[in-house]
Structure formats: C-alpha cells, structure tokens
C-alpha cells in the first residue's frame, strides 16, 4: 500500500514522530489537560504538500485567548489550521480537546481540524513507517466510528470521515470478514472491492453474502422491482441459489489491474488528490465474466418473484397469507405460520392420517377470504391447492384440473405423497368426465352402494392406465361425486360434438355401471334412458329392470367385436359376489385416441361459450385510452376471472394482435389508469375484475 498526492514533491527528509502522541498519552496545554492522545502537538511538523505547516500541529508556543474563547467558531475558515486560527479559536478548540471531544454543538470546524490529524496519521505517516500500524489503526478506526455517530448529521463531515472510513476498512478488514452493506453509490465502496479482490489473489471462493453485496452494489446492475419491492426474500433467495449452484462460491481469476481510490483528502497539508493503492488485491467487481453469472441468477431470482411482487402490490400486508406463500419459489416458502401454517394444520387434523375425508367448503374457503372479498376466486382456490400440495394433501374437485370453484357443499382432501399435482392427463381428464355420467346413473336410484363405487374406479384405473397419483386423485374425486347431486340438465348440444363410436362406448360403459351390482333398477333405466336419448342412442336397447342377483360367471363389459347391444347376466343357484371382467385389449383400442375423446367429453361439461367469430372494431368508446382493437380485447375479458394462455392468444388473434404486445399494452393502460396491472400471471393469466370494472366504466 502506498499514497501520494497531486501535487505532492518529494520529500528531502522525514521524521513525524516526535509530534505524535499516541493512543492513550495525555498533554497539558494553556492549562488543558487533554487525554488519548491522537494528536501532533510540536513545535515544527511539514504538511504530506512540503509548502506549509500541517494544519493538525498543536503548537504550545502560540497564544491562546483564554479570555475569550471563540465558542461559535467565528474565526475559523474553510481550511482551518491551528497556526493560523485567532486565540479565542485556539482556547475553544483546546477546551474541547480537554472535554473528550464530544460536545454535541462544537462548530464543525474544531471537529474538522482534530480529523486532519487523524487523516494524515493514517494516508501519510504509518505508509512510510508502518511498525506501530497493527497497533494504531484499530484505535483510530473506532475514533472515526465515533465521531461520525456525534457529528454525521454535518452533511460535508459525513461525507469525508465516510471515504475515510473505507480506507480504514481497506487497511484493517480480514478478507472473510461479513460482506459490507450493498449501496448504489459510485463508486462502489472501497471495502467491497477490496475484499472481493483479496478473495481474488488468495483463490479463495467468493462467499455468498459477497456476492449478493457485489451485484446488489455494482453500477451497471439495475434491479427491477421484486428485487426491491421484496428486498428481503430477493437477498435470500439469491443466498440460496447462489450456494445450490457454486457450493462455496466462484473462483475469480485475479487480473493485472489493483484496486485503485481516488482519494479527496479533507485536511489541505495534502493540496490535492492521494491516489491509494493496494499492492497485489485486483480490483475484480468490473470484471465480465462474474458479473454475467450473477446477473443471470439475480435475473433468475427476479422473474421467479414477480407474482409475489405483483400482489403485493396489490395487497402490501399479505406477506402471510396463503396467496403469497403459494405465489413464493420453493426456497422461501414458510409452511409452518400465518395463514399457510393455519390452513396446513386444518387440513391435517381433518385428514387424521386417513386417505381422504369430507369437509365443508365453507371451512377451505375460510383460509383464503377476507372481508373485502367474501367469495374467494379460482386464483385463491389454486393457490390454496399449492399451498397443501405442497405437504402432501390435494383437493378434489381441483380447478387447475378443470375442476369447479365451489362456493358452498362439501369437498374432499386426500393424501397426496406424490407431491404437488403439475397437470392432469388426458386419460385422467377422460376418467373424470366419465365418472360424471356414471355418478348420475348410479346415483339415480338414490343408492351408490359400494360395488357401483369399486367398479367405477376399477375400471377406470385399468383402462386408462392411470398414475398412482392420479389414481388416488381418482378416488377423491369418485368419492366427491357421492356426496354431490350429479345433473344431466343442459347438455343436449353439448352432446353433439361427440361421434357415434364414442357414445355407444359411453353408453356401454354406463350400463355395465348400473348393473355392476346385480341388478338395474327402473330409476337406474330412467337415467339411462335419459342419457341414451342425448347420446342419440335408441333406449330400447337398454336392458329391463332386474332384480338383485348375483352373476355365475364374470361380465364382458367390452369384447373384442363388440356386437351392438348389452346383456345381463342371468340368474344362477349359486351365490357369489358379483364379478366384472373387462377386455383389456378392446378398452386399450377403443381409448387410444384418449386425448380426443376427453377433449369431446370435457365439451359436455363446460359451460356454453361463443362461437369464434371475426372481430369488427367496438363502435363503443376506447377502453382506459387503448385503441379499438386492444379496447374489443379487453371487453371480452369481462365475463371471466382468468383465461388460459392458449385462449388468450387465440382471443387476440381474434382481434389481430399479438399476444405479448397487447398484454403489455393493456397493462400499461392499467396502470396509468389505477397503477397495477390488470392481466397477471403466465398461464393461467388472472383478470384483475376491481380494475377491469373501473376500466370499462
């Protein structure tokens, strides 16, 4: 480490330490006794600039006006310097010295002038002879941290002692010490580059909270705002990814360039700048290739809490609630309080280690209302689903597999060992559809007896060749089923969509439903009777009514040439439970085109939707200020809470737009309008409805 300054002649010859007393000596002074040391006090000391006295030198041998001392500091200039200060101001400044330096009102240039002195001991005196540095520079870095905790509110002091401050650090940090504070000063702060450089030249990983602090402080790094909105799960979720991918941390090559500062001295014995430099520690924190992996992470940690940031935004105090913990990435996700913790420990209560169990929907909804919104919508309802998906226990019937948002009756909660359900199939999404209309036929003759339940989910699972999740999934939602009154009210056009092979195998597969149990009883028929006709089926195929008795031989539900028809089977002497034998090789042809048929069932069950037509331009008044087609895009939206990212692409294409643009146009107009968006999320994209009402009004 060496300091110069501009402009700074060599020195002829050098021998400041006989003014100096050090930590802890004390002096008498026109009758002041001042203690600790850390003053020049001679009669002849050069300023670091050769041309003049150095403005810190205490001479005993100029007068001191104890008569009057100059309390206000009205004699002091810019520049102070005891050689040059009046009498009264040298009594003052000593009185001072004398009281410990500490006087809250001292004019700020008395603390000034002390501050020289300590300036200069430490850029000039202990680089030219540093065998009692180890000892003085700790001593006079605590002094500096004191003063600036009695006069940092003097703007220009602060500034000053605060640069001093990182030459201070520079000079006494280990480098793995804690990392320093991150700041978006400029430039970055001496002891950052310092320490990451020593980390540098020693090949020592850069530690993680170093790292936060180098990207959080570096001046071509920009945080957008759920860096800064959520500072906090921001630093911790950088901690943690940084750890997960670089174990101890990067390595950093050292380059030729050291850390440099520009140093502004405070006191004039210096006239100029001191250029500060630390031999052998490279100044890193602009170099490349690190910053472009830390960008990458910090961009990465950024995009993963935007749906955080965005409601909190919306709701500031709802870091607690069951919403914000579902919208978190993994790492920062707190299952064991607020409303997550609450909603978590019902859940388990109510399970009581048993697969499923049946619960009111007015206890789910309670976790996830609030007084301003009574009904909560499908995005509180998902999130609630992570949120116990997340330890083990899903829901049934589950909107983000197209299940219904309820909002009274009952629901189900069962194991989930598998973990968080990420998308349901197609084959489940077929078994499901089916159920419906076997839950009704069963359902008919107000008895859904065991046998109809195990032959609705055996089959179900074997044919479709379902997941042991989804199978579990399957009961749930066979056992929702049971608890809630199936309708077949409204689905005569629906039911057009579906081929002829397809419903003769939906008929079939519902008649053998009701006859699972023996028998098929005359309101089983009228049921089938009822769906036969929406199937465009003839209902004298349907069997007659039978009474109770038990099968000889196992049932073909689907042989592998199925002949158009259903028989039942006949009564034997023998009593044995009923049977069910399934064709294996016809079900697994006959559902090989599974994605189509569930699509087509999936049709009969969703609610009527307007055809697609071409979209002329509103004649109505633009929306929030966007022009006709943005105004016509955002009008549609008005009949829904969310819309799939597929649905939302083919609605602008609708209104020729694409669908980037116009997301970001309608949500720049949303946010001139009420500053928040309106459309939010990736897919599904959410529909702020407060704001979509206030932008159509």
């Given amino acids: 480490m060496h300091a110069s300054a501009a402009p700074m002649p060599q020195s002829r010859s050098y021998a400041p330490v006989d003014p100096w007393l050090p930590p802890g000596r004390g002096v008498t002074i026109a009758g002041y006794n001042i203690v600790g040391g850390l003053l020049y006090v001679g009669a002849q000391l050069a300023a670091p600039s050769q041309y003049t006295v150095d403005p810190a030198l205490i001479n005993p041998t100029l007068p001191v006006d104890l008569r009057q001392p100059d309390w206000g500091g009205q004699g002091l200039d810019y520049w102070p310097s005891y050689s040059d200060i009046p009498p009264q101001a040298r009594a003052a400044y000593l009185a001072w010295l004398a009281d410990g330096r500490r006087f809250p009102q001292a004019p700020i240039g008395y603390v000034f002038l002390y501050f020289y002195g300590l300036e200069r001991r430490v850029l000039y005196d202990l680089q030219r002879d540093r065998s009692t540095a180890a000892f003085e520079l700790p001593i006079i870095h605590q002094e500096v941290r004191r003063l600036l905790a009695i006069y940092g509110g003097h703007k220009a002091f602060k500034r000053y002692v605060g640069q001093f401050e990182q030459v201070l650090d520079m000079?006494?940090?280990?480098?793995?010490?804690?990392?320093?504070?991150?700041?978006?000063?400029?430039?970055?702060?001496?002891?950052?580059?310092?320490?990451?450089?020593?980390?540098?030249?020693?090949?020592?990983?850069?530690?993680?909270?170093?790292?936060?602090?180098?990207?959080?402080?570096?001046?071509?790094?920009?945080?957008?705002?759920?860096?800064?909105?959520?500072?906090?799960?921001?630093?911790?979720?950088?901690?943690?990814?940084?750890?997960?991918?670089?174990?101890k941390g990067l390595i950093v090559r050292p380059g030729r360039k050291n850390v440099t500062l520009d140093y502004r001295p405070a006191s004039a014995g210096f006239r100029g700048v001191a250029e500060l430099t630390l031999p052998g520690i490279p100044d890193v924190l602009g170099y490349a290739a690190p910053t472009r992996k830390l960008v990458a992470l910090a961009d990465e940690c950024t995009a993963d809490l935007e749906a955080y940031s965005r409601y909190l935004g919306r709701v500031p105090d709802g870091q607690r609630s069951v919403q914000a913990q579902a919208l978190l990435p993994v790492e920062l996700v707190n299952l064991s309080g607020g409303g997550a913790g609450q909603a978590i420990a019902w859940a388990r209560h109510r399970l009581d280690a048993r697969e499923l169990a049946v619960v009111p929907v007015a206890e789910f909804s309670a976790f996830i209302s609030s007084p301003q919104v009574a009904k909560p919508a499908k995005k509180d309802v998902v999130a609630m689903a992570q949120v116990l998906g997340r330890v083990g226990v899903g829901i049934e019937p589950d909107p983000r597999l197209g299940g219904a948002v309820l909002t009274s009756g009952s629901m189900v909660l069962f194991a989930a060992p598998d973990g968080p359900t990420a998308a349901a199939s197609d084959a489940y999404q077929a078994a499901t559809l089916l159920l419906h209309l076997a839950a009704a036929v069963s359902a008919a003759d107000g008895d859904f007896d065991g046998t109809e339940q195990r032959h609705l989910s055996d089959h179900l699972e074997r044919a479709l060749h379902l997941t042991a999740d989804e199978r579990r999934r399957l009961h749930a939602h066979l056992r929702w089923l049971t608890v809630t009154s199936v309708k077949l009210t409204g689905l005569t056009r629906r039911i057009a969509g579906i081929d002829a092979g397809q419903r003769q195998y939906v008929a079939e597969f519902l008649t053998a439903v009701a006859g699972a149990d023996g028998r098929i009883s005359p309101d089983e028929?009228?049921?089938?009777?009822?769906?036969?006709?929406?199937?465009?089926?003839?209902?004298?195929?349907?069997?007659?009514?039978?009474?109770?008795?038990?099968?000889?031989?196992?049932?073909?539900?689907?042989?592998?040439?199925?002949?158009?028809?259903?028989a039942i089977p006949q009564q034997a002497e023998q009593t044995v439970a009923p049977l069910v034998r399934l064709d294996e090789a016809a079900i697994a042809a006959k559902l090989a085109e599974t994605a189509r048929v569930g699509a087509l069932l999936g049709s009969i069950f969703t609610e009527d939707e307007p055809p697609p037509v071409a979209a002329p331009l509103p004649a109505a008044a633009p929306v929030a200020g966007l022009d006709g087609q943005h105004s016509g895009l955002v009008r549609e939206l008005a009949s829904t809470g969310q819309i799939s990212r597929a649905e939302f692409e083919q609605l602008a294409a609708r209104w020729k737009l694409l669908p980037d643009g116009a997301l970001d146009r309608i949500n720049e107009a949303a946010y001139e309008l009420a500053g928040e968006p309106l459309l939010d999320g990736d897919d599904p994209i959410w529909v702020d409805r407060n704001l979509l009402g206030e932008m159509l009004t």
């Fill in 171 to 247: 000079f006494t940090a280990e480098p793995s010490a804690k990392a320093p504070a991150p700041t978006r000063d400029y430039p970055p702060p001496l002891r950052l580059r310092a320490g990451l450089g020593a980390f540098a030249a020693q090949g020592v990983p850069v530690p993680a909270d170093w790292a936060l602090t180098w990207i959080r402080s570096h001046p071509e790094y920009y945080p957008r705002t759920p860096a800064t909105r959520c500072a906090a799960e921001f630093d911790r979720l950088f901690l943690q990814r940084y750890a997960a991918r670089y174990g």
């Fill in 525 to 566: 028929i009228k049921t089938l009777t009822k769906i036969y006709r929406l199937l465009e089926l003839d209902p004298a195929l349907l069997p007659t009514p039978t009474k109770p008795a038990p099968a000889t031989e196992p049932v073909v539900v689907r042989p592998a040439q199925p002949e158009r028809g259903y």
